[in-house]
């Protein structure tokens, strides 16, 4: 099995709990370069994963000058500006979500990865998620379908440094990360206008925390959504009503940043059968999603109630064995780029019933 040289950019928590370890476990992948503003993270992350100080940048484009850098995993906060630099040097692309902070950033960067004949796909794990799998196989035979409900409320993650040992740098200026925050946020407004200013704190949400779950929703019913009706409440709470095709659903998110919270669920109403997946905190390794299955007994009335566990497979990993496949073997990934513009497209949409 050939090995293909990743990069990675963004050394922090999401490389450091999930991609990495399953990147350099993996035969498929061997983690060759590092990226990050702070030298100090790299190094320790270097020395973890046997990645040498010459081939550890603070600049991404000299990683990308490395021509034995076949693709990177982009983990840093801002992912506009990498992907179109990393699609130009003609190298395959693993981008975490948010796919862009507006359409026209997702539109851009699919153009210039088709343009440079390169994969790109975006980490929305929950797609690979066998639980999820083996639901949107049973919804699929499922009649009549009522009513659909998605609920993600997330809440403070104070506690992954108690559960995993993060490496931090502490020489950056405060200033540098500060700034990029009001740059990011400037490019959120770009993507929604000015004047639904008021409602950033609630696109920021819907891009980050609800975004695995609308890809979800798009995945089940399709790409044909109308938003109906959204409500925003202390800024970061959001419900909608969404229509696909003759399903229609309640989508409810928020952050409930003073608990250490994760509640997500995925339910679907149907004549005959009734559906819910539970999703466990994401960071939870290994961790199975249950799905519920509440429905008559055999040729009876008798409620029936299944609890199915499908698998203790991480999502995460799952993830990275498809990337690695569509490379070798030239596809189109499940959640490409391309997919993905349809979560931006409905994340506007959601913003804009909020103002009729």
């Given at each position: 099995?050939?090995?293909?040289?990743?990069?990675?950019?963004?050394?922090?928590?999401?490389?450091?709990?999930?991609?990495?370890?399953?990147?350099?476990?993996?035969?498929?992948?061997?983690?060759?370069?590092?990226?990050?503003?702070?030298?100090?993270?790299?190094?320790?992350?270097?020395?973890?994963?046997?990645?040498?100080?010459?081939?550890?940048?603070?600049?991404?484009?000299?990683?990308?000058?490395?021509?034995?850098v076949e693709a990177v995993f982009i983990c840093s906060k801002?992912?506009?500006?990498?992907?179109?630099?990393?699609?130009?040097?003609?190298?395959?692309?693993?981008?975490?979500?948010?796919?862009?902070?507006?359409?026209?950033?997702?539109?851009?960067?699919?153009?210039?990865?088709?343009?440079?004949?390169?994969?790109?796909?975006?980490?929305?794990?929950?797609?690979?998620?066998?639980?999820?799998?083996?639901?949107?196989?049973?919804?699929?035979?499922?009649?009549?379908?009522?009513?659909?409900?998605?609920?993600?409320?997330?809440?403070?993650?104070?506690?992954?440094?108690?559960?995993?040992?993060?490496?931090?740098?502490?020489?950056?200026?405060?200033?540098?990360?500060?700034?990029?925050?009001?740059?990011?946020?400037?490019?959120?407004?770009?993507?929604?206008?000015?004047?639904?200013?008021?409602?950033?704190?609630?696109?920021?949400?819907?891009?980050?925390?609800?975004?695995?779950?609308?890809?979800?929703?798009?995945?089940?019913?399709?790409?044909?959504?109308?938003?109906?009706?959204?409500?925003?409440?202390?800024?970061?709470?959001?419900?909608?009503?969404?229509?696909?095709?003759?399903?229609?659903?309640?989508?409810?998110?928020?952050?409930?940043?003073?608990?250490?919270?994760?509640?997500?669920?995925?339910?679907?109403?149907?004549?005959?059968?009734?559906?819910?997946?539970?999703?466990?905190?994401?960071?939870?390794?290994?961790?199975?999603?249950?799905?519920?299955?509440?429905?008559?007994?055999?040729?009876?009335?008798?409620?029936?109630?299944?609890?199915?566990?499908?698998?203790?497979?991480?999502?995460?990993?799952?993830?990275?064995?498809?990337?690695?496949?569509?490379?070798?073997?030239?596809?189109?990934?499940?959640?490409?780029?391309?997919?993905?513009?349809?979560?931006?497209?409905?994340?506007?949409?959601?913003?804009?019933?909020?103002?009729r």
């Open positions: 099995m050939r090995r293909i040289k990743i990069g990675i950019l963004g050394c922090g928590q999401i490389a450091q709990i999930m991609h990495l370890p399953y990147l350099s476990a993996s035969d498929e992948f061997c983690v060759y370069a590092l990226c990050d503003v702070s030298a100090e993270l790299m190094r320790y992350v270097g020395e973890e994963y046997g990645v040498p100080e010459e081939r550890q940048y603070t600049d991404f484009n000299k990683m990308l000058e490395n021509t034995d801002e992912h506009f500006t990498p992907v179109i630099a990393a699609a130009k040097a003609r190298k395959h692309i693993f981008v975490e979500k948010p796919f862009g902070f507006s359409l026209a950033q997702a539109e851009e960067m699919v153009r210039v990865a088709d343009e440079n004949h390169v994969k790109l796909m975006v980490g929305y794990m929950k797609v690979y998620d066998t639980g999820f799998e083996f639901a949107r196989k049973k919804v699929k035979e499922m009649k009549n379908i009522s009513l659909v409900r998605v609920h993600d409320f997330g809440g403070s993650f104070s506690y992954t440094r108690d559960v995993f040992d993060i490496k931090k740098g502490c020489d950056v200026d405060p200033a540098f990360f500060s700034k990029g925050k009001d740059e990011n946020n400037q490019m959120m407004l770009d993507g929604i206008g000015e004047e639904n200013k008021d409602l950033l704190p609630a696109y920021s949400l819907l891009l980050g925390v609800s975004s695995h779950d609308s890809v979800l929703l798009r995945h089940m019913f399709g790409n044909d959504a109308e938003v109906l009706f959204t409500s925003v409440h202390n800024g970061s709470f959001v419900s909608s009503i969404i229509r696909f095709g003759d399903v229609e659903c309640i989508f409810e998110s928020g952050l409930v940043m003073k608990r250490a919270i994760w509640d997500e669920n995925f339910s679907v109403y149907s004549d005959d059968v009734n559906l819910r997946i539970d999703f466990p905190w994401p960071y939870l390794k290994n961790a199975p999603s249950t799905v519920h299955v509440s429905e008559n007994y055999k040729d009876s009335t008798m409620p029936s109630e299944t609890v199915i566990s499908t698998s203790f497979s991480e999502s995460y990993r799952n993830e990275i064995h498809h990337f690695y496949d569509c490379i070798i073997c030239d596809k189109e990934p499940v959640t490409s780029g391309r997919d993905a513009i349809n979560d931006l497209r409905l994340m506007r949409d959601i913003i804009a019933a909020a103002r």
